[in-house]
């Protein structure tokens, strides 16, 4: 899942694809290098940042919704219910919701259009946040255990308003009320996430703050050596899904530690 930003704040990428074109773009060459989704969001959700309105973001993002859907699948990342209808009718498949289903009525969008729900592990808004991976030590008890138990709770609410096991996705929030190291053990125990929750997991590791546990200093855009290790660790705990910035470095990672990993005669690279 390639990550594009129509936005002029976010934590990576802020202004780097906020006009249409440098937006289409961005598709273009994600789609280029090989993503299976694009995930388009107009609000940024680094922390502090300031809540965007629903007609704001789709001034900014629902034309590249369109333009990106004739390139591919679409997933709309937003916590609102006008901007998800808006760009389901568009022609995105899913809906990234960051907020674990704050508002319930997300779920009702998603089930009337039969879209994919990726449900993210949260607690409170982004906004509310003090700062990078900031967060309590003794505020998860146990995080995977407890991070489990918050996101069934939600997805259970989602069945209830129609959406089916089946179509929901499973994100633990990596940096979302989390500090760095409870994202890092919940991304070590990507294998007990995949088993407990039963259905496909999504981790979104590419560039995030924790990663500066193994370099301190380093800027979102120098964490690309993290975030692909984080990514061949979460694709060998059986993730379904890669959320990355950066998506032909992830994927020519992945792919080649699967070749280097077949039988001698059956190493295929992706296709």
């Known amino acids: 899942m390639g990550v594009c930003n129509v936005t002029p ?46 007609e704001e973001q789709l001034a900014r993002m629902l034309e590249v919704v369109r333009y990106a859907a004739t390139r591919g699948a679409v997933s709309v990342d937003t916590t609102s219910v006008v901007v998800a209808d808006a760009c389901l009718d568009a022609g995105a498949i899913a809906v990234n919701d960051v907020s674990c289903l704050k ?17 993210m592990h949260a607690r409170g808004s ?17 995080v995977v255990r407890d991070v489990i138990a918050e996101w069934n709770v939600a997805a259970e609410r989602a069945i209830e308003r129609g959406v089916r096991r089946t179509e929901l996705v499973m994100d633990p929030g990596l940096g979302f009320s989390k500090n760095a190291v409870q994202s890092a053990e919940l991304l070590r125990n990507t294998r007990a996430l995949v088993r407990e929750v039963g259905v496909p997991v999504l981790v979104g590791a590419s ?39 950066d998506v032909r470095a992830a994927r020519q ?4 530690s699967r070749l280097l990993g ?9 296709v």
């Open 9 to 54: 704040d976010s934590f990576s990428d802020g202004g780097q694809h906020f006009s249409y074109a440098d937006a289409c773009a961005r598709v273009d060459a994600l789609v280029g290098e090989g993503a299976d989704f694009i995930d388009i969001g107009a609000e940024s959700t680094r922390p502090g940042a300031k809540p965007v309105p629903p």
């Open 207 to 245: 560039r995030k703050s924790f990663l500066t546990l193994v370099d301190k200093d380093a800027a979102p855009s120098l964490r690309i050596g993290a975030s692909i290790a984080a990514s061949m660790h979460a694709a060998q705990g059986g993730a379904s899904i890669l959320r990355v910035h």
């Open 103 to 119: 508002d319930l009525a997300l779920a009702d969008v998603a089930a009337a259009a039969r879209a994919t729900l990726i449900l």
């Open 262 to 270: 077949s039988p001698p005669g059956e190493a295929k690279p992706h």
């Open 126 to 142: 982004q906004t509310d946040m003090r700062g990078f991976s900031e967060y309590p030590d003794e505020a998860y008890p146990d």
């Open 253 to 256: 990672a992945i792919d080649l």
